[in-house]
Protein backbone atom coordinates (compact mmCIF):
# COMPACT_ATOMS: atom_id res chain seq x y z
CA UNK A 1 0.00 0.00 0.00
CA UNK A 2 2.82 2.47 0.80
CA UNK A 3 4.32 1.83 -2.50
CA UNK A 4 1.08 2.49 -4.33
CA UNK A 5 1.01 5.99 -2.29
CA UNK A 6 4.54 6.75 -3.22
CA UNK A 7 4.33 5.87 -6.77
CA UNK A 8 0.61 8.01 -7.14
CA UNK A 9 2.91 10.95 -4.91
CA UNK A 10 5.47 11.10 -7.66
CA UNK A 11 3.40 10.72 -10.81
CA UNK A 12 1.14 13.07 -9.50
CA UNK A 13 3.91 15.70 -8.61
CA UNK A 14 5.74 15.20 -11.91
CA UNK A 15 2.56 15.86 -13.56
CA UNK A 16 1.81 18.98 -11.93
CA UNK A 17 5.61 20.25 -12.25
CA UNK A 18 5.29 19.15 -16.31
CA UNK A 19 2.16 21.50 -16.89
CA UNK A 20 4.07 23.92 -14.63
CA UNK A 21 6.93 24.42 -16.97
CA UNK A 22 4.73 24.36 -20.33
CA UNK A 23 2.84 27.20 -18.60
CA UNK A 24 6.43 28.82 -18.39
CA UNK A 25 7.21 28.02 -21.63
CA UNK A 26 4.14 29.21 -23.44
CA UNK A 27 2.64 31.66 -21.11
CA UNK A 28 1.16 34.23 -22.87
CA UNK A 29 1.70 36.88 -20.32
CA UNK A 30 3.79 37.75 -17.45
CA UNK A 31 1.29 37.43 -14.72
CA UNK A 32 0.48 33.80 -16.13
CA UNK A 33 4.64 32.90 -15.97
CA UNK A 34 4.69 33.93 -12.02
CA UNK A 35 1.36 32.28 -11.50
CA UNK A 36 3.28 29.23 -13.29
CA UNK A 37 6.31 29.99 -11.28
CA UNK A 38 4.84 29.65 -7.97
CA UNK A 39 2.89 26.76 -8.86
CA UNK A 40 6.03 25.65 -9.49
CA UNK A 41 7.87 26.45 -6.38
CA UNK A 42 4.30 25.13 -4.57
CA UNK A 43 5.20 21.22 -6.42
CA UNK A 44 8.92 21.82 -5.24
CA UNK A 45 7.90 22.03 -1.58
CA UNK A 46 5.22 19.65 -1.91
CA UNK A 47 7.73 17.37 -2.71
CA UNK A 48 10.44 17.88 -0.35
CA UNK A 49 7.61 17.75 2.30
CA UNK A 50 6.58 14.73 1.46
CA UNK A 51 9.90 13.36 1.52
CA UNK A 52 10.50 14.48 5.07
CA UNK A 53 6.75 13.04 5.70
CA UNK A 54 8.12 9.80 4.13
CA UNK A 55 11.61 9.68 5.88
CA UNK A 56 10.16 11.15 9.06
CA UNK A 57 12.76 13.59 9.85
CA UNK A 58 12.64 17.27 10.22
CA UNK A 59 16.06 18.76 9.20
CA UNK A 60 14.51 19.73 5.85
CA UNK A 61 12.47 22.15 7.67
CA UNK A 62 14.48 25.33 7.25
CA UNK A 63 14.69 24.12 3.71
CA UNK A 64 10.95 24.49 3.40
CA UNK A 65 11.08 27.88 4.92
CA UNK A 66 14.19 29.31 2.93
CA UNK A 67 11.91 28.08 -0.22
CA UNK A 68 8.73 29.51 1.05
CA UNK A 69 9.70 32.60 1.71
CA UNK A 70 11.91 32.89 -1.56
CA UNK A 71 8.56 32.15 -3.38
CA UNK A 72 6.76 35.16 -1.25
CA UNK A 73 9.58 37.51 -1.93
CA UNK A 74 9.79 36.73 -5.63
CA UNK A 75 5.91 36.95 -6.71
CA UNK A 76 5.69 40.35 -5.19
CA UNK A 77 8.84 41.56 -6.51
CA UNK A 78 7.36 40.62 -10.25
CA UNK A 79 4.02 41.63 -9.22
CA UNK A 80 5.39 45.19 -8.51
CA UNK A 81 7.35 44.73 -11.30
CA UNK A 82 4.34 44.01 -13.30
CA UNK A 83 2.25 47.35 -12.22
CA UNK A 84 5.26 49.40 -13.14
CA UNK A 85 5.45 48.55 -16.86
CA UNK A 86 1.63 49.12 -17.26
CA UNK A 87 1.48 52.49 -15.64
Not at 6 to 17: D, E, Q, R, Y
Not at 35 to 48: I, K, R, S
Not at 60 to 87: D, I, K, Q, W, Y
Amino acid sequence: MTTVLAVALTVLLSVTALLALTRIYRGPSLVDRVVAADLLLATMLGAVGAEAAVKGHASTLPVLVVLSLLGFVGSVSLVRFAVREEA
